[in-house]
């Protein structure tokens, strides 16, 4: 396998190296060029690649192909506005495809099975991921996208959906929706539940299980490594096996950028290994894990990732959305009227995230017109869920209340439970 | 006759009204009248007190970090009798003025009923219900 990881990394490298801008000028800055790479434990000479990078070159710039190779654009939901953008050679959506097919078959999915595709369809690389594996494996795709509960679990009993792959908090949902429906759910094919995107605990799981009667799987992923996929369970359970001949993974501290011992924690670096339209060398993805190489007992020698202990940055995956603090402050910037303070309260209803944000009107645009309030409240709901994508409940407070940025004001309580 | 009025912003938080009246009692600050306008996220109270409070009442709910502006209404006593309101508002919408709230207030010892009135031209409205 390294060998095999090697020739990969010396071949990516090479590629990136002649035909993206970005990545010369970053390894020449760095001092690093490609004839340095012979093995991959090289690897670590390379610079690392960051979210920003990402940004500062939207939409095309990190795309190291002539754009008519690119079969596929996905993106994501970017800070300000500006979401980041991925590209896909054929190549890289067969490689693609190749990963999700790895994680149905480890889920005990294949040819027999149908498999309704409940993640949203479009930019989100859910939808579309999950459908070109599901076709890799030669099952069938009922692709329903997100929404619409009730003619999902129509479509689940008329169909004898045999998997479903949505959010863990959308299935949640669906769940209870069948069950006010009346529905036994012995009477649904339904057998495996094919669920990412956002972080979920084993309490979830089991609560999954029983109310859907299924095996509930985790599968993980990130656009800018290539979507859905990545990695995914297998029938022990014990940890999230990632396609490193696909995607060579790395950890290291996060205020070093040295690898740390291996099975210790720390943040999760990827390098697609066989991605031409937007390589990503060294990927810092912000998640903090660890690795563990021991051979696991379904008989896969992928190497396995633990659970997902938290973030290097205070990003937060709320309703399936990829949100940071620092989009809050930058909108709240844009109003006059809004003090730079707020407090981010997240928790969990029903199953569903609640996203309640904390302002300050600054004092001489208090008024005693209700009316003018709300329209100043409205005004910032609106323009936060365009720019994040989901709709905030904003508290306006008093003057004062919020904790002034003294170096490390605490912006965000996240109230749900993940361990 | 134009007065001031104190309104102050209230966070949607129980207890809320009841720390401002009591900062003000406290302080031996009478509230003459005064009136809740709620949202479902958060209210304004609007509180009338008597001239010689006003600033005093001002300042210290202020300083106590509530949001707290200062309005100039129009006050009038109406008199306790049918349609004594309908001729005052009658003559209000006649000149083209919108009322964006009132309310009022009795008192015992009087033979008028006390109406605050926030109209969108003050002047003009202080002026015509003078004259009634």
Known sequence: MRELQGEKLKKIVAHAYRNSPFYKKRFDEHGVHPDDIRTIDDIVKMPFTEKQDLRDNYPFGMICVPMNEILRLHASSGTTGKPIVVGYTAKDLDNWSEAVARCLTAFGLGRDDMIQISYGYGLFTGGLGAHDGVQK????????SSGNTRKQIQLMEDFGSTAVACTPSYALYMAEEIRKQGINIKSLKLKVGIFGAEPWTNAMRRELEEKLNIKAYDIYGLTEI????????????????????????????PVTLRAVE???????????????????????????????????????????????LGRSDDMMIIRGVNVFPSQVESILLEFPEYEPYFLIEVGRINNTDTFDIQVEVKPEFYTDQVNELVRLRQRLISRIQSVIGIQPNIKIVQPNTIERSTGKAKRAIDYRKFN | ???????????????????????????????????????EDFGIARIIVERAQIDRAFNLIKANSYAVTMTQVVYLECGDYPGAMANVLERLAAADISVEYMYAFADSRSEFSRVIIRPDKTELANQIVQEI
Request: aromatic share 10%.
């Open chain 1, 262 to 308: 291996t099975g210790q924690e720390g943040e999760l670096v990827f390098t697609t290994l066989d991605k031409w339209g937007m390589p990503m060398i060294r990927y810092r993805t912000r998640d903090l894990t660890y690795l563990d190489y021991d051979k696991c007992e379904c008989g896969r020698t992928a190497v396995r990732m633990g659970k997902i």
């Open chain 1, 226 to 253: 290539s979507g859905p996929g990545v990695g995914g369970e297998c029938e022990c359970q014990n940890g999230t096996h990632l396609w490193e001949d696909l995607y060579y993974p790395e950890i290291i501290d």
């Open chain 1, 137 to 144: 494996i030669g099952g069938t795709v009922i692709p329903t």
């Open chain 2, 1 to 39: 006759m134009l007065i001031r009025q104190i309104s102050v912003f209230l966070e949607n938080k129980k207890g809320k009204f009841a720390e401002i009246a009591r900062l003000l009692g406290n302080a031996n600050i009478n509230m003459k009248a005064f009136t809740v306008s709620e949202t």
